[in-house]
């Protein structure tokens, strides 16, 4: 029922941006904290960004002072936005979100986005 679609991927050289977008879909009632998260080839996944309810953001070392990690609670969605990218970049980008589907029970369930290709490329 609940779903996270990730948007933004494709093929860019050093140097160039994207902006990536996860968008939460189904019944729920809140969203705690979001995030991004990378997995290259032969690499175990790694976080890039998260952000807390409130927007307190964390970045990942390789993340710092490149991407920015944005929400729009109103829709929804949360952002990630890249720059000056690199051929390290280059990975699958899963968004995920801890989630509180029902007002009448405090729990939080983590859901994962299908993912979205991003190669950094000459």
């Known amino acids: 029922q609940v779903q996270l679609v990730e948007s933004g991927g494709g093929l860019v050289q050093p140097g160039g941006s994207l902006r990536l977008s996860c968008a939460v879909s189904?019944?729920?009632?809140?969203?705690?904290?979001m995030g991004w998260y990378r997995q290259a080839p032969g690499k175990q996944r790694e976080l890039v960004a998260t952000t807390t309810s409130a927007g307190k953001s964390n970045y990942a070392d390789s993340a710092k002072g490149r991407f920015t990690i944005s929400r729009d609670n109103a829709k929804k969605t949360v952002y990630l936005e890249m720059n000056s990218l690199k051929p390290e970049d280059t990975a699958v980008y899963y968004c995920n979100a801890g989630i509180r589907r029902d007002y009448s029970v405090y729990a939080y369930m983590t859901y994962w986005g299908q993912g979205t290709q991003v190669t950094v490329s000459s």
């Open positions: 189904g019944t729920i009632f809140s969203i705690n904290a």
